[in-house]
């Protein structure tokens, strides 16, 4: 049998249609969302008119709001917010609401997943009779022979069990919420219009990846109620990743 051999041209076709492939598989991430809005809880047949202008700010004293990530950041939320159609208030006109944010990443934590582990075991194998040519000097067949052939046993999935794993996993969290932009009144803050909670648990590091990602999942719940925290499913390439990250 003749060997057969890859040219180096043949070589790069085959390297251009793997990468061509693989190009067209997108990450899936599963977010987790917890959306509340005092409009949403006002009776259906009660139109409430969503505020439409605002101001930025952050909530927590240790961000630095000079920071290239938190303009990063804010980038992400301010397109967010145009897909309801708000816009952000000149500094010369008072705002219907003051949009707080805060962003990072929780402390590493274990937790214990299960998974499916495969079982392998020997089967098949053991000895089988077979018949072989016998030649004479001129190599010409006389007869045959029966000889005893051994098989070697195979390796199979015979069943799975269960095991328990350890797996270090970092949250990556986003949070915007809406309050009145007017005074506090004896100590009190102004009431919150709305607020939407995002965050994704999993063994990444990589905060500024999930950033958009986590911009994306409140695009659609800014003043809804989602009554309960509730998973969501965001694919890399889908329109409202591409719509956050191109920005406004």
Do not use: H
């Amino acid at each position: 049998m003749k060997s057969q051999f890859v040219t180096p041209a043949a070589l790069a076709a085959m390297s251009l249609a793997l990468s061509v492939f693989s190009g067209g598989c997108s990450t899936t991430y599963v977010v987790q969302v917890d959306a509340i809005s005092q409009a949403a809880k006002v009776a259906d047949s009660t139109p409430v008119a969503m505020p439409q202008s605002y101001e930025i700010r952050s909530n927590n004293p240790k961000m630095d709001e000079s920071s290239l990530r938190y303009k990063e950041v804010t980038g992400y939320v301010k397109t967010a917010l145009s897909g309801k159609g708000m816009y952000e208030a000149p500094r010369a006109v008072k705002a219907d609401v003051v949009v707080d944010i805060d962003y990072g990443m929780d402390s590493p934590r274990v937790k214990f997943e299960t998974i499916s582990v495969p079982i392998y075991a020997p089967t098949g194998g053991g000895v089988r009779y077979g018949q072989v040519p016998v030649y004479d000097r001129n190599g010409r067949i006389v007869g045959y022979q029966t000889v005893a052939l051994r098989e070697p046993p195979r390796m199979e999935v015979v069943g799975y069990e269960d095991r328990v794993k350890p797996v270090v996993v970092y949250e990556k969290f986003l949070k915007i919420s809406a309050r009145a932009n007017q005074e506090s009144v004896e100590g009190r803050a102004p009431p919150e219009v709305w607020s939407v909670n995002v965050s994704a648990e999993d063994e990444s590091k990589d905060l500024r990846k999930y950033l958009p990602i986590l911009a994306s999942a409140t695009a659609d719940y800014i003043g809804k109620n989602t009554k309960e925290q509730k998973p969501v499913k965001i694919k890399e390439d889908d329109e409202v990743v591409g719509f956050i990250k191109k920005g406004i």
